[in-house]
């Protein structure tokens, strides 16, 4: 199973809009509340540890700021409305986009009527909520949200402010993950040439343009563009960050799943190893990032054949998602599945059903029925029951898979092609 969205890539430059503000004068007086500390520790902690892969202990803190803040300035200031931004934000890390969601339609709502529609508090909100939608496979209701924040951001800041860039790449982000490529193409055409003439070419800003686009020229067909992108991206990183820095790691990951993606595994082996032993030395064993890395390795020794070492990674990442993330985050569930493609493999299919079956049924109540992950999983389960001779169980799963896939992937989406496929030789 791969990791992140449709492909194996971090969109390294899609941001979530963070507000951070400090209380008012007035807050600070109130008597009322004398035993909370100031709200900006608790955010500034938050916030630290959820740069840091953290979310279980960021999210206690980004509550408590939340509510001392509604406490002390009611429920519409602009700092309790950055704290409720601050924290929906959270909780889509943590996987939890229901509430997520209701949060951001709830603080945008507010900002829309306190701040007004072309504030950029409030546009971030639009981001941000879309941002949620997208995770959940629900590319028609984020689109135009994407699109509106940053028509609108554009007007209000500037075609080349850094929160217009951001919401430019992230409209690209999700015609791509629609399949609309041609549609997405010039968009980061024009975010990679904003970035360039803002900050340089050798900028990791514009690297992480370049990387996004890198993804979509790949996922599009074009491959060697692709390629010479990844590898500039990622020499120019280490020469300009360090070899040890994060997002020189995120760089080399996607260098690595290049080269899972046009076969060459040995390649892709030998960079997931490297990448896997920095981030664990400089990000820790448990952070998201080094979790995926180890991830994605089993998934390529898996293709090697290497299948006991797969398994030993892929239940370890399992055991990190699930004291990093919690057993009911979708990084959880994906792995669940991961684990589920090995023992296939091995020809333990009964383990493998107990593993899908397990997966399934968090990915169908959240990301939900339609999100690729889900439908991913769902194919793959389909596949192994089809081998197995087990055709009425292949073709429901089969069944359901396309008419997820119907909900939220066009007629030439290339998922979609392959899952009709699929379900015309269970006929």
Same mark, same amino acid.
């Not at 500034?44 to 202990?57: F, H, P, T, V, W």
């Not at 508090?121 to 981001?127: E, P």
């Not at 007007?155 to 430019?168: H, I, Q």
């Given at each position: 199973?791969?990791?992140?969205?449709? /492909?194996?890539?971090?969109?390294?430059?899609?941001?979530?809009?963070?507000?951070?503000?400090?209380?008012?004068?007035?807050?600070?007086?109130?008597?009322?509340?004398?035993?909370?500390? +100031?709200?900006? +520790?608790? !955010?500034?902690?938050?916030?630290?540890?959820?740069?840091?892969?953290?979310?279980?202990?960021?999210?206690?803190?980004?509550?408590?700021?939340?509510?001392?803040?509604?406490?002390?300035?009611?429920? !519409? =200031?602009?700092?309790?409305?950055?704290?409720?931004?601050?924290?929906?934000?959270?909780?889509?890390?943590?996987?939890?986009?229901?509430?997520?969601?209701?949060?951001?339609?709830?603080?945008? %709502?507010?900002?829309?009527?306190?701040?007004?529609?072309?504030?950029? =508090?409030?546009?971030?909100?639009? #981001?941000?909520?879309?941002?949620?939608? #997208?995770?959940?496979?629900?590319?028609?209701?984020?689109?135009? &949200?994407?699109?509106?924040?940053?028509?609108? $951001?554009?007007?209000?800041?500037?075609?080349?402010?850094?929160?217009?860039?951001?919401?430019?790449?992230? &409209?690209?982000?999700?015609?791509?993950? $629609?399949?609309?490529?041609?549609?997405?193409?010039?968009?980061?055409?024009?975010?990679?040439?904003?970035?360039?003439?803002?900050?340089?070419?050798?900028?990791?800003?514009?690297?992480?343009?370049?990387? #996004?686009?890198? #993804?979509?020229?790949?996922?599009?067909?074009?491959?060697?563009?692709?390629?010479?992108?990844?590898?500039?991206?990622?020499? *120019?990183?280490?020469?300009?960050?360090?070899?040890?820095?994060?997002?020189?790691?995120?760089?080399?990951?996607?260098?690595?799943?290049?080269?899972?993606?046009?076969?060459?595994?040995?390649?892709? !082996?030998?960079?997931?190893?490297?990448?896997?032993?920095?981030?664990?030395?400089?990000?820790?064993?448990?952070?998201?990032?080094?979790?995926?890395? $180890?991830?994605?390795?089993?998934?390529?020794?898996?293709?090697?054949?290497?299948?006991?070492?797969?398994?030993?990674?892929?239940?370890?990442? /399992?055991?990190?998602?699930?004291?990093?993330?919690?057993?009911?985050?979708?990084?959880?569930?994906?792995?669940?599945?991961?684990?589920?493609?090995?023992?296939? +493999?091995?020809?333990?299919?009964?383990?493998?059903?107990?593993?899908?079956?397990?997966?399934?049924?968090?990915?169908?109540?959240? @990301?939900?029925?339609?999100?690729?992950? *889900?439908?991913?999983?769902?194919? %793959?389960?389909?596949?192994?029951?089809?081998?197995?001779?087990?055709? @009425? !169980?292949?073709?429901?799963?089969?069944?359901?898979?396309?008419?997820?896939?119907?909900?939220?992937?066009?007629?030439?989406?290339?998922?979609?092609?392959?899952?009709?496929?699929?379900?015309?030789?269970?006929?």
């Amino acid at each position: 199973m791969a990791v992140i969205g449709g /492909l194996i890539f971090l969109a390294v430059y899609s941001v979530k809009n963070k507000q951070k503000s400090a209380p008012s004068p007035t807050a600070v007086a109130q008597p009322a509340t004398p035993a909370l500390k +100031d709200p900006v +520790d608790f !955010e500034d902690e938050a916030l630290r540890l959820q740069s840091a892969g953290d979310y279980a202990a960021a999210e206690p803190l980004f509550r408590q700021c939340l509510d001392a803040r509604r406490h002390v300035l009611g429920p !519409e =200031h602009i700092d309790t409305l950055a704290s409720m931004n601050n924290l929906a934000n959270l909780l889509h890390d943590r996987g939890k986009n229901t509430e997520a969601e209701k949060l951001h339609r709830t603080c945008l %709502e507010a900002r829309q009527r306190t701040l007004g529609a072309e504030h950029p =508090h409030t546009l971030a909100s639009l #981001n941000n909520l879309a941002l949620v939608l #997208n995770s959940q496979g629900n590319f028609t209701e984020a689109e135009p &949200l994407y699109r509106q924040a940053w028509e609108t $951001m554009k007007r209000v800041s500037g075609a080349d402010a850094p929160d217009t860039l951001s919401m430019l790449n992230n &409209l690209a982000d999700v015609l791509s993950d $629609m399949g609309r490529y041609s549609d997405a193409e010039p968009l980061y055409k024009q975010l990679v040439d904003a970035l360039e003439l803002k900050y340089g070419q050798d900028d990791p800003n514009t690297l992480a343009g370049e990387g #996004n686009y890198a #993804n979509l020229l790949l996922r599009s067909g074009k491959r060697i563009d692709a390629g010479l992108i990844y590898k500039r991206c990622f020499d *120019t990183r280490v020469r300009v960050q360090g070899a040890e820095h994060p997002e020189t790691l995120r760089a080399m990951s996607n260098l690595a799943a290049y080269y899972d993606e046009i076969g060459d595994e040995g390649q892709a !082996e030998t960079t997931y190893r490297r990448c896997l032993t920095s981030k664990q030395k400089v990000l820790g064993a448990d952070h998201p990032d080094t979790l995926s890395t $180890m991830e994605n390795l089993a998934c390529t020794l898996r293709k090697r054949g290497a299948l006991a070492e797969a398994e030993t990674d892929a239940r370890t990442a /399992l055991v990190g998602y699930q004291r990093a993330l919690g057993p009911s985050h979708m990084d959880t569930y994906r792995c669940t599945s991961t684990l589920a493609d090995i023992l296939r +493999d091995k020809g333990d299919t009964a383990e493998a059903a107990k593993l899908y079956d397990s997966a399934l049924a968090g990915l169908r109540e959240s @990301p939900g029925p339609t999100h690729p992950t *889900t439908l991913s999983v769902l194919y %793959e389960y389909s596949v192994m029951r089809k081998d197995a001779r087990q055709l @009425p !169980e292949a073709r429901r799963l089969g069944y359901e898979l396309l008419a997820g896939a119907r909900r939220s992937l066009p007629q030439n989406h290339p998922d979609r092609e392959k899952y009709e496929r699929l379900v015309e030789s269970l006929r």
